[in-house]
C-alpha cells in the first residue's frame, strides 16, 4: 500500500484549501525536497531495473531477485514519514500554533509505510519461498509506479511548480495501482502461511523464561484481515481527495 503522507506541505495543498496557511521553514522544505528527489530516483532505478531484466530474461517470472536490494533500501528509507510525522505533530503540541511538515492521519500513514516494510523484510524477505511468486511483482510493480509518481508530486508542489500532467496521474492512477498493490500483498502473505506453520518462523513457543508465546502464523493471518477496515479507509481518503483537487483544477480552467 502506498503512503501518502512525505513531502505535503500545507502549502502544497493549497489548491485544495482556500485559506493561505504557513508551511515549513527553508531547512525542513530544502530537507523535503532533497529526501523526495533521492526517493523519485530510487524508484526509477526500480523500474529500469524492473524492465532491463525483462528484456534480458524475456520473462517476467523472478524479476523480484534484480531490484532485491534497492527494493529493500528505498522502501526501509520510507520510514522516515513515520517519523517526520511524529516529530512534527510533537512541533504542534510544544509550539502551537506551528506549521506540520506532515499533515495526514497517523494511523493510515503509520499502516501504509509499516505494512509495507513488514512485507518487504518480515514475509517477502524471510521467506524465500514467495520470492519467486507472481504475486511479489504485482506489489512491486503497483509500488513502483505509484512511488515515481506519488515522490515526483511532492518534489514539484514543495518547489511550486507542479505541471497538471503529475497532478493528474497522482489522484487518477491509484484507482488501479492501490488494488493491485493489495492484492500482490494479501496473495504473497498467503502464499506464506503454509512454510511459516511448517517451520515455526518467528515463533516463540511455551514453555520459556519470560513465559511469552507468539505465534508468527496468527499474527500473519491477523494481519492480512486488517486490511479489511484499514484499506477502503485509504481508497476513500484518496477518493474525496481526488474530488477536491482535480474539481478545484476544473474550476480554475472555467474561470
Known amino acids: 500500500m502506498s503512503a501518502p503522507a512525505i513531502g505535503t506541505t500545507k502549502t502544497a495543498h493549497s489548491d485544495v484549501a ?8 527553508a531547512l525542513a522544505t530544502a530537507y523535503l525536497v532533497i529526501y523526495n528527489v533521492v526517493m523519485t530516483a530510487g524508484w526509477l532505478v526500480i523500474a529500469v531495473g524492473l524492465v532491463r531484466a525483462y528484456l534480458v530474461r524475456g520473462s517476467y517470472h523472478g524479476l523480484y531477485f534484480s531490484i532485491e536490494k534497492p527494493l529493500k533500501f528505498f522502501q526501509t528509507g520510507a520510514l522516515l514519514e513515520v517519523i517526520q510525522y511524529i516529530s512534527s505533530n510533537v512541533m504542534i503540541m510544544l509550539c502551537s500554533p506551528a506549521p506540520g511538515i506532515v499533515p495526514s492521519s497517523v494511523v493510515l500513514t503509520g499502516f501504509q509505510v509499516l505494512s509495507r516494510v513488514f512485507l518487504t523484510w ?68 498467503y502464499a506464506a502461511l503454509p512454510y511459516v506453520q511448517k517451520t515455526g518462523l518467528y515463533s516463540v513457543t511455551l514453555p520459556n523464561k519470560y513465559n511469552f508465546s507468539f505465534d508468527y502464523y496468527t499474527f500473519l493471518i491477523l494481519t492480512m484481515v486488517s486490511y479489511i477496515p484499514l484499506f477502503p479507509q485509504l481508497y476513500f481518503h484518496m477518493m474525496r481527495q ?7 483544477v476544473e474550476e480554475y480552467k472555467t474561470e
Open 18 to 25: 482556500p485559506k493561505k496557511k504557513r508551511g515549513p521553514g
Open 122 to 189: 518480515a514475509v517477502t524477505h524471510s521467506v524465500r519461498e514467495v520470492q519467486s511468486e507472481d504475486s511479489v511483482l504485482l506489489f512491486v510493480s503497483a509500488w513502483t509506479i505509484t512511488e515515481i509518481i506519488r515522490y515526483s508530486f511532492y518534489t514539484f508542489s514543495l518547489l511550486n511548480h507542479l505541471p497538471y500532467l503529475i497532478k493528474w496521474a497522482r489522484y487518477t492512477f491509484f484507482l488501479v495501482l492501490y488494488p493491485m498493490g493489495v492484492t500482490g500483498e494479501l496473495l504473497t502473505i
Open 242 to 248: 481526488r474530488k477536491k483537487v482535480l474539481a478545484h
